[in-house]
């Protein structure tokens, strides 16, 4: 089955709320002006005709009865007919003679002798037309004595109505085309930015994260336009840094592999001694084991349902333990190691992820330092949060890339090269578990004078 569009559902339930209601309208002016109009001259009629009636009892059959009879005939708008002869009714004959037909019908005639009065709605006997009648009975001493008819052309009494029939239809039609045109600019309103995102998520799907909305409104429509500009920007960075990444990936596992294989054709080859290449390719290996670790370990903090394993931690005693176990290469590079630590520094945490945090710090300091130089290392307590900062003398980072340095195989031009044995992940790590702990990490760095990391983590309460 042929779905239909949104556009046409819209126009649809538009046509059927106008037809609805122009109906209703229609059926409510007829209503009323069948139950209050019609009934209204109805009630006129039988008022005169009573009060003709009134002016019979007291008058009789008089000249100022038949001058009252004639002035309501000619100013009550109605036709007034007269018979003071009752055995007219019973016989049921005519009030024309000249007519082969009855005015009333046996049922009314008895109902006038009855002394009821008599309403009716059916076809003039002389004219072709239909007419509106009330027959009022006359009585003279409790007796039945004669009657009158009233009786006015229904023409005359849809005459107004007509009028307001044609009003009526003006209105309508202007209405309608009032509403149609309010409708069109409404659906553009709503639909055209609807269509606009169907197209933009078709090319989405298709891998196009180029395209973008225009945003012509404040409302919701416009907020929910700026939302999916927002999607598709989001998608289009995400969608540009997996193919970053697995460029970076496939870059980076590339080098090693192709130099254990170099290294494995030329032992092969007995082009170099087997004890350089055996060396050689037992570093690439490690390098490669430790790139595979990192990548594994920034996918896993990465997701949202990783398992720290939290506990009460003496972040002052963790430090020196991580220091104690790079001791032996702060002395190869000849530095010089300066503490400062708040031994009173007890926060929640997983122990083994925050001393990956220490140890890749540490590691970036000691590699990006040269020899002779200071590494500080402070830690103190301030507003309920342990501050752990590690200040080197090194090379610095460009200010202008202190804000790239913690994504993924990020390096520094010149000092972040792979002869350096750094993976390009260490600070990409840092940064996601800190933010596991609800923690900060910063870093400040000037060229050519040192770096400045930062880690605030909360303490125990």
Same mark, same amino acid.
């Given at each position: 089955?042929? =779905? @239909?569009?949104?556009?046409?559902?819209?126009?649809?339930?538009?046509?059927?709320?106008?037809?609805?209601?122009?109906?209703?309208?229609?059926?409510?002016?007829?209503?009323? #002006?069948?139950?209050?109009?019609?009934?209204?001259?109805?009630? %006129?009629?039988? $008022?005169?005709?009573?009060?003709?009636?009134?002016? #019979?009892?007291?008058?009789?059959?008089?000249?100022?009865?038949?001058? @009252?009879?004639?002035?309501?005939?000619?100013?009550?708008?109605?036709?007034?007919?007269?018979?003071?002869?009752?055995?007219?009714?019973?016989?049921?004959?005519?009030?024309?003679?000249?007519?082969?037909?009855?005015?009333?019908?046996?049922?009314?005639?008895? *109902?006038?002798?009855?002394?009821?009065?008599?309403?009716?709605?059916?076809p003039h006997p002389h004219f072709n037309q239909d007419i509106l009648g009330v027959a009022i009975p006359l009585f003279e001493e409790g007796q039945l004595s004669g009657s009158i008819l009233l009786s006015m052309p229904l023409s005359e009494v849809y005459e107004p109505f007509?009028?307001?029939?044609? %009003?009526?239809?003006? *209105?309508?039609?202007?209405?309608?085309?009032?509403?149609?045109?309010?409708?069109?600019?409404?659906?553009?309103?709503?639909?055209?930015?609807?269509?606009?995102?169907? @197209?933009?998520?078709?090319?989405?799907?298709?891998?196009?994260?180029?395209?973008?909305?225009?945003?012509?409104?404040?409302?919701?429509?416009?907020?929910?336009?700026?939302?999916?500009?927002? %999607?598709? =920007?989001?998608?289009?960075?995400?969608?540009?840094?997996?193919?970053?990444?697995?460029?970076?990936?496939?870059?980076?596992?590339?080098?090693?592999?192709?130099?254990?294989?170099?290294?494995?054709?030329?032992?092969?080859?007995?082009?170099?001694? =087997?004890?350089?290449?055996?060396?050689?390719? =037992?570093?690439? *290996?490690?390098?490669?084991?430790?790139?595979?670790?990192?990548?594994?370990d920034l996918a896993q903090l990465e997701g949202e349902s990783y398992p720290l394993s939290i506990e009460p931690i003496a972040l002052a005693q963790l430090v020196h333990d991580v220091l104690e176990s790079i001791e032996v290469a702060v002395k190869q590079k000849h530095l010089?190691?300066?503490?400062?630590?708040?031994?009173?520094?007890?926060?929640?945490?997983? @122990?083994?992820?925050?001393?990956?945090?220490?140890?890749?710090?540490?590691?970036?300091?000691?590699? #990006?330092?040269?020899?002779?130089?200071?590494?500080?290392?402070?830690?103190?307590?301030?507003?309920?949060?342990?501050?752990?900062?590690?200040?080197?003398?090194?090379?610095?980072?460009?200010?202008?890339?202190?804000?790239?340095?913690?994504?993924?195989?990020?390096?520094?031009?010149?000092?972040?090269?792979?002869?350096?044995?750094? $993976?390009?992940?260490?600070?990409?790590?840092? *940064?996601?578990?800190?933010?596991?702990?609800?923690?900060?990490?910063?870093?400040?760095?000037?060229?050519?004078?040192?770096?400045?990391?930062?880690?605030?983590?909360?303490?125990?309460?």
């Amino acid at each position: 089955m042929k =779905q @239909r569009s949104i556009q046409f559902k819209v126009w649809f339930a538009i046509v059927a709320i106008i037809v609805v209601v122009i109906g209703a309208a229609v059926w409510l002016i007829s209503f009323l #002006y069948d139950e209050l109009y019609i009934d209204k001259q109805m009630e %006129l009629l039988i $008022t005169e005709g009573e009060h003709l009636a009134a002016y #019979y009892e007291r008058y009789g059959m008089t000249d100022a009865f038949l001058e @009252r009879l004639e002035w309501s005939g000619e100013n009550s708008g109605s036709d007034v007919i007269f018979s003071n002869d009752p055995m007219e009714l019973g016989s049921g004959s005519p009030f024309e003679p000249s007519s082969d037909e009855h005015m009333i019908t046996f049922t009314e005639r008895q *109902s006038l002798l009855d002394g009821e009065k008599v309403v009716m709605v059916r076809p003039h006997p002389h004219f072709n037309q239909d007419i509106l009648g009330v027959a009022i009975p006359l009585f003279e001493e409790g007796q039945l004595s004669g009657s009158i008819l009233l009786s006015m052309p229904l023409s005359e009494v849809y005459e107004p109505f007509e009028q307001i029939r044609t %009003l009526l239809i003006v *209105s309508i039609l202007i209405v309608m085309v009032v509403i149609v045109f309010i409708a069109t600019r409404g659906i553009h309103h709503v639909v055209a930015p609807i269509s606009e995102m169907k @197209r933009v998520s078709i090319r989405m799907a298709e891998g196009d994260f180029s395209e973008r909305i225009e945003v012509k409104s404040t409302d919701e429509l416009g907020e929910l336009a700026d939302s999916f500009n927002r %999607l598709s =920007q989001a998608l289009e960075e995400v969608e540009d840094s997996r193919r970053a990444f697995l460029a970076n990936v496939s870059h980076e596992l590339r080098t090693p592999l192709s130099y254990m294989k170099g290294y494995a054709e030329a032992l092969e080859e007995g082009v170099i001694a =087997q004890d350089k290449g055996l060396s050689m390719i =037992q570093s690439e *290996s490690k390098r490669l084991e430790r790139l595979v670790n990192d990548l594994l370990d920034l996918a896993q903090l990465e997701g949202e349902s990783y398992p720290l394993s939290i506990e009460p931690i003496a972040l002052a005693q963790l430090v020196h333990d991580v220091l104690e176990s790079i001791e032996v290469a702060v002395k190869q590079k000849h530095l010089q190691l300066e503490l400062k630590l708040d031994e009173g520094s007890i926060i929640e945490a997983d @122990r083994d992820r925050i001393e990956q945090v220490i140890r890749n710090l540490m590691d970036n300091a000691i590699r #990006y330092t040269v020899s002779h130089k200071k590494i500080n290392v402070t830690l103190h307590v301030k507003d309920q949060w342990s501050e752990l900062t590690v200040a080197d003398e090194g090379i610095g980072i460009p200010e202008n890339e202190l804000k790239a340095v913690t994504e993924r195989f990020y390096r520094v031009n010149q000092a972040r090269s792979r002869k350096s044995g750094g $993976t390009g992940l260490g600070l990409a790590i840092v *940064s996601e578990i800190v933010k596991k702990h609800n923690g900060e990490f910063e870093l400040h760095s000037v060229e050519g004078e040192g770096t400045h990391a930062v880690v605030r983590l909360r303490n125990l309460k």
